[in-house]
């Protein structure tokens, strides 16, 4: 039986998706807005426009941190304040934990529910002010069951070279 997908399933596949463009060698994170169950917005991790990307030049490393990335989370931030889209009451769907300066941002951006898949280096601050701002906070997990039935390899025309 076809199980059609759920919408956590749903944008959860898209953010990851969304992180297979990363630029950056360290973690390749993904992250959709979404609100009234329609995405606004989506980022990766990558540098600012057109500087060097991490995956061509290595990173650009401070104190063991990568500086030159712009976060999936922030990118997609921006990219509603550049094009004119309201954050508020929005729901996140990224692969990793939010840092904190994410979720400081994300947070007074107007976010009002954070679904992440991995746990990555949860900060304690970031989750006292979740709390703080009444956030909804869920780890969810990809249901494998789902993914087999993406199987994304269908749409593909075997008519058509792909060039
Ligand atoms: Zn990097
Ligand atoms: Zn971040």
Not at 31 to 42: E, P, Q, S, T, Y
Not at 54 to 76: F, P, S, W
Request: hydrophobic content about 35%; charged content about 25%.
């Amino acid at each position: 039986m076809k199980k059609r997908i759920d919408w956590d399933q749903y944008f959860m596949v898209q953010a990851t998706l969304l992180a297979s463009r990363s630029t950056c060698k360290r973690l390749s994170v993904g992250a959709v807005l979404v609100r009234d169950k329609r995405i606004i917005a989506g980022g990766y991790n990558g540098s600012v426009s057109g500087d060097d990307h991490c995956i061509d030049e290595g990173c650009y490393l401070r104190d063991g941190h990568c500086v030159r990335t712009i976060h999936a989370e922030m990118n997609a931030i921006l990219q509603c304040a550049r094009f004119g889209m309201s954050t508020d009451g929005a729901s996140l769907y990224v692969t990793d934990f939010p840092c904190l300066q994410c979720t400081k941002s994300l947070l007074q951006a107007g976010i009002k529910e954070i679904n992440y898949i991995r746990n990555y280096h949860n900060d304690d601050y970031a989750m006292k002010l979740i709390k703080l701002k009444n956030v909804r906070l869920r780890q969810i997990n990809l249901d494998q069951d789902i993914l087999d039935q993406v199987h994304l390899d269908q749409y593909i025309d075997p008519q058509v070279a792909r060039k």
